[in-house]
């Protein structure tokens, strides 16, 4: 790729140039008078822009995709056929400047296709990610019988053979993790929406809603650490060990709560623009017929707004299942099944990272097992996600 990067920047720098040069032909063409042309200069402009560097930037995303699978290094020709788009492109849309030519239809053109090349980006990326795991996965069941994954109670990896590598003591992990995280956010983070949309006036919600949404920024080894430091150590003192329940600072109901208090800002924020989107109408019909403003909420609003509300709880439970950082510092490593949440757990996550780091033989099931927990997960979040989506399409109401 280093070949390419000269002859890039020399097409960066000529569409740069083109741009002030069609514009100035455009103006030229027209004799002064912009009215004769049937686009305005600067979509002639724009026209030299993409033209010049988009076919030359598309030939380099080729040239290198081309030079990964091959194995082979860009030489001089590559070049060539970089610095030859990029002139063509330059030179036609130059000679194409006329009092009739639709530079605007061409410039639009440009960023269609700009556009369905990002979009069919977006999806080979997931088309691969899907295809890799599952290339890895039948090798791992090739070498592991599927029962004992995904009906075994006991997890004790060894890479020096006779590993156990049942799957459901993480997911009791991750789920229990996962519902104790939307036990605490969602009714924080729905009375928070419906506070800040139906009570909290102009000035009090552009300070508290920009405050909430915080939380979404904060990078989740900082949750992990307030989760090692003063969660768990709270929780071990003032609960766990008076009533007997442990002597542990690393539990699920560690993790649990510093996992909820990172998505109430998913819930709220979420919910609270679709409480917005209720038509005041409905709002000002209830209070019209007799209702107060709390039973207008209750039986008007939320009915409403509740397949949006159940959406976002959706969408929030993904974010919960995936999360790493929070359960490593926050619940510890010990894959058990148990009911006690003072216990230290783990989840599915966390062994997936923990299978693959360190000096591992990538080809034995110990490490190949994490391919199979990822897509197992993966099944698990998109399925939440399309049910979510199901959800808000299905029962979403829709409103003049």
Do not use: C
């Amino acid at each position: 790729m280093q070949s390419l990067t000269t002859p890039l920047l020399f097409v960066l720098a000529l569409a740069v140039v083109g741009y002030f040069i069609a514009k100035s032909r455009a103006l030229h063409v027209a004799g002064g008078d912009i009215r004769t042309l049937v686009s305005l200069p600067k979509q002639h402009a724009l026209n030299t822009v993409l033209s010049t560097a988009i076919p030359a930037f598309g030939a380099v995303l080729m040239l290198a995709l081309y030079s990964r699978i091959t194995g082979t290094t860009p030489g001089w020709f590559f070049s060539l056929v970089v610095l030859g788009l990029g002139i063509t492109g330059f030179a036609l849309s130059l000679i194409g400047i006329k009092t009739q030519t639709r530079a605007r239809t061409y410039a639009e053109r440009w960023i269609m296709g700009l556009l369905i090349f990002s979009s069919t980006i977006a999806i080979m990326t997931t088309v691969g990610i899907v295809f890799s795991m599952l290339f890895e996965t039948f090798n791992f069941f090739g070498q592991y019988d599927w029962r004992d994954f995904f009906f075994s109670t006991t997890w004790s990896p060894n890479f020096r053979g006779n590993s156990d590598l049942g799957i459901i003591p993480l997911l009791w992990g991750t789920l229990y993790v996962s519902f104790i995280a939307l036990i605490f956010a969602v009714p924080i983070g729905l009375f928070a929406a419906i506070y800040l949309s139906e009570y909290a006036g102009p000035r009090l919600r552009a300070v508290a809603k920009p405050a909430i949404e915080v939380l979404a920024g904060i990078p989740t080894i900082v949750y992990g650490l307030f989760a090692l430091i003063t969660v768990g150590p709270l929780l071990r003192d003032v609960f766990a060990e008076p009533m007997g329940l442990g002597q542990s600072a690393s539990s699920v109901m560690t993790a649990g709560l510093v996992m909820g208090i990172m998505l109430i800002p998913f819930v709220s924020s979420l919910s609270d623009d679709i409480i917005n989107a209720v038509p005041q109408a409905m709002r000002d019909g209830s209070l019209g017929l007799g209702a107060t403003h709390s039973e207008t909420i209750r039986q008007v609003v939320l009915p409403a707004a509740l397949p949006g509300i159940v959406g976002a709880i959706l969408l929030a439970a993904s974010r919960a299942i995936g999360e790493t950082m929070i359960v490593v510092l926050g619940a510890g490593a010990a894959a058990r099944l148990s009911l006690n949440p003072f216990e230290a757990m783990t989840t599915v996550t966390v062994k997936i990272v923990s299978q693959l780091t360190g000096d591992t033989d990538f080809a034995s099931p110990e490490t190949l097992v994490a391919f199979a927990l990822g897509l197992t997960l993966f099944v698990i979040t998109l399925g939440l996600n399309v049910f979510a989506l199901y959800i808000v399409r299905r029962y979403r109401e829709q409103y003049e």
